[in-house]
């Protein structure tokens, strides 16, 4: 991962940590991938780092009214 800054990327590992205690939802944490990450629509969905395992965040599309 690529993130935008070094504060960007301690703001994104706490996102992370957050997110695998349930503190945080799947909606927030794709918020944090787009504040934090370089080019995160690149990417199909989020990959949320888990020590040696990867959980992947699906991306849910937004309709608009």
Known sequence: MKYISEASQVIYEHAVEMFKIGAITEARMREY?????????????SSVPTGDNTVVIKQINHATV
């Open 33 to 45: 991938d787009e504040m934090c990450l370089k080019n995160p629509k690149a990417k199909k969905s």
